[in-house]
């Protein structure tokens, strides 16, 4: 069954990248001259996904502001004349772009919690999802790619790449065996594993294609690490019975929620920038002297 909707859950705190986060969305914060969350819907509007939700919290409705459309704003930069126009069209852009619904997490339950409160505008379909604060940029939408190889191996599909014992023990660890070009099947999953505890260095990055009765799964879940309802041991769970595909994806991904990723996608995507490709450049040459 083809993958039609995509659910963005983008409630968390944001604790790690506080005090920038105290008052604003961490899926807000820009790479270069665009706010996160709108990388992952022109993701999933790539990916041929029509209709996307937005789960949101307290103190995030400016993602709703930013997807909308500001009159005053275009007036002015109508104003502005050939010289605005392009700035007028890329406002005009993030409200058209999409078709987005939004719900609220009443409470940072978890992942999983999130993910239920989408669960009416699903409705009795397959799904995808794109964590917030995960950028994910290549040439193929990595959103597409599991959404492929859901549709291929009516499976619930899953991200995956290799990552260092520093990150394992912080996301999500895989049991899986090869199958064939970039595809393993997985058996067997754990959340924040610790090092004795990891199946494997392979951890899901941000992107997943679930069947719909995974929000069975989530209805009767415990609580699970961190005290939260987790959305990996709902997919365990599927994991476990039916197993899921790990597809290793192409395209590189920022964690948007981790300092050093957004340092490490605004460096990437400003030199490639017209605009700032050519000054980066420089100014990076120039400081890496003394470095
Ligand atoms: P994270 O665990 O990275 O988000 O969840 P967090 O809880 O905001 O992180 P820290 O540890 O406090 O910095 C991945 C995605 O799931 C969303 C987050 O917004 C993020 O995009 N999320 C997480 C929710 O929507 N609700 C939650 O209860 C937890």
């Given at each position: 069954?083809?993958?039609?909707?995509?659910?963005?859950?983008?409630?968390?705190?944001?604790?790690?990248?506080?005090?920038?986060?105290?008052?604003?969305?961490?899926?807000?914060?820009?790479?270069?001259?665009?706010?996160?969350?709108?990388?992952?819907?022109?993701?999933?509007?790539?990916?041929?996904?029509?209709?996307?939700?937005?789960?949101?919290?307290?103190?995030?409705?400016?993602?709703?502001?930013?997807?909308?459309?500001?009159?005053?704003?275009?007036?002015?930069?109508?104003?502005?004349?050939?010289?605005?126009?392009?700035?007028?069209?890329?406002?005009?852009?993030?409200?058209?772009?999409?078709?987005?619904?939004?719900?609220?997490?009443?409470?940072q339950?978890?992942?999983?919690h999130?993910?239920?409160?989408?669960?009416?505008?699903?409705?009795?379909?397959?799904?995808?999802?794109?964590?917030?604060?995960?950028?994910?940029?290549?040439?193929?939408?990595?959103?597409?790619?599991?959404?492929?190889?859901?549709?291929?191996?009516?499976?619930?599909a899953?991200a995956?790449?290799?990552?260092?014992?520093?990150?394992?023990?912080?996301?999500?660890?895989?049991?899986?065996?090869?199958?064939?070009?970039?595809?393993?099947?997985?058996?067997?999953?754990?959340?924040?594993?610790?090092?004795e505890?990891?199946?494997?260095?392979?951890?899901?990055?941000?992107?997943?294609?679930?069947?719909?009765?995974?929000?069975?799964?989530?209805?009767?879940?415990?609580?699970?690490?961190?005290?939260?309802?987790?959305?990996?041991?709902?997919?365990?769970?599927l994991?476990?019975?039916?197993?899921?595909?790990?597809?290793?994806?192409?395209?590189?991904?920022?964690?948007?929620?981790?300092?050093?990723?957004?340092?490490?996608?605004?460096?990437?995507?400003?030199?490639?920038?017209?605009?700032?490709?050519?000054?980066?450049?420089?100014?990076?040459?120039?400081?890496?002297?003394?470095?």
């Open positions: 069954m083809k993958i039609r909707k995509a659910v963005i859950p983008a409630a968390g705190y944001g604790t790690r990248v506080l005090p920038a986060t105290k008052a604003m969305p961490k899926e807000m914060i820009p790479i270069v001259d665009k706010p996160a969350i709108q990388y992952n819907v022109e993701e999933a509007v790539r990916s041929g996904i029509e209709e996307i939700c937005i789960v949101l919290s307290r103190g995030k409705n400016v993602v709703e502001d930013h997807f909308d459309r500001a009159p005053e704003l275009e007036e002015k930069l109508k104003d502005g004349g050939e010289a605005k126009a392009e700035l007028l069209e890329s406002v005009i852009y993030a409200a058209k772009c999409a078709k987005i619904t939004y719900v609220r997490q009443q409470e339950l978890g992942l999983g999130a993910i239920m409160q989408a669960k009416n505008f699903v409705g009795g379909e397959p799904f995808a999802v794109l964590y917030g604060d995960d950028v994910i940029i290549g040439e193929d939408p990595c959103c597409a790619q599991v959404c492929r190889a859901f549709e291929q191996l009516g499976k619930g899953v995956i790449k290799e990552v260092s014992d520093e990150f394992i023990v912080k996301y999500s660890s895989m049991k899986c065996e090869y199958i064939k070009d970039n595809l393993y099947n997985i058996t067997d999953m754990i959340e924040k594993p610790t090092l505890t990891k199946f494997s260095n392979f951890s899901i990055l941000g992107r997943c294609a679930l069947p719909n009765e995974v929000f069975d799964i989530l209805e009767n879940l415990p609580k699970g690490a961190g005290g939260e309802y987790q959305l990996t041991d709902a997919m365990k769970v994991a476990l019975r039916d197993g899921m595909t790990g597809v290793d994806f192409t395209g590189k991904r920022y964690d948007m929620g981790n300092k050093f990723g957004i340092l490490m996608a605004n460096i990437d995507v400003g030199l490639k920038h017209p605009e700032t490709a050519e000054n980066l450049k420089a100014y990076i040459k120039e400081i890496s002297k003394n470095l």
